[in-house]
């Protein structure tokens, strides 16, 4: 049976977008049960819905300071289907992961974790900020997701090098290539048990 997932998004949904047409094309044995909106003006509602899938919007917005009742709506509506595995896809808020998704829920990040990483760093800024330190390789980190930005335990990593003329456009356009392959691969390796966690080590059966 197909892995199943929960994916949870915040913009435009190009990652969703990927494993949409990954699934479709018989390269990611899985299925999406529902996705889940933090904004209900995001872009990748529409490229969801285009594609028949179930769209749930927990608006953010709509809760003001009450960090608890939007985790607790979150997590009823994923309960509410049947999910193996949450997958970020641009989601931009924290939440708190209960006991039984400890090692459930993923994210891919666009850089070499821990460098550019933590509150803040996402999308362009993480770029920019690798074009201002000068460094000559990045890459991207596909982790576990705890309760702490970007923390969880790393499950696969693959670098990018940084061109001497790169802009933030370019560098982040190489990146997300290699998001686009990286991303789903974990999703892969998740679905087959090839993944082995012990504290922080994670151990991955190619």
């Not at 999406?32 to 509602?45: E, L, N, P, Q, Y």
């Not at 821990?114 to 000068?134: D, T």
């Not at 499950?155 to 991303?183: G, H, K, N, S, W």
């Amino acid at each position: 049976m197909p892995i199943q997932l929960a994916v949870l998004i915040s913009g435009g949904g190009t990652t969703l977008q990927n494993l949409i047409d990954r699934i479709e094309s018989g390269r990611l044995d899985a299925e999406i049960t529902c996705v889940i909106s933090s904004r209900k003006d995001a872009k990748g509602i529409e490229r969801a819905q285009k594609h028949g899938l179930e769209v749930i919007v927990v608006n953010r917005a709509d809760y003001a300071g009450d960090l608890a009742s939007f985790n607790r709506d979150i997590w009823n509506a994923i309960r509410r289907h049947q999910v193996d595995l949450v997958v970020l896809a641009g989601f931009m808020s924290l939440i708190e992961i209960p006991e039984e998704f400890n090692l459930r829920m993923i994210n891919v990040h666009p850089a070499l974790i821990p460098a550019f990483s933590g509150k803040g760093m996402y999308g362009a800024h993480v770029q920019n900020a690798v074009l201002e330190y000068g460094v000559k390789v990045t890459g991207v980190t596909v982790h576990f997701v705890d309760d702490v930005y970007d923390r969880g335990p790393i499950i696969l990593q693959e670098p990018v090098r940084v061109l001497p003329d790169d802009t933030v456009e370019t560098l982040f356009a190489r990146v997300q290539e290699t998001e686009r392959e990286l991303y789903p691969r974990a999703i892969e390796l998740l679905a087959q048990n090839k993944v082995k966690v012990k504290g922080r080590i994670v151990t991955v059966e190619e």
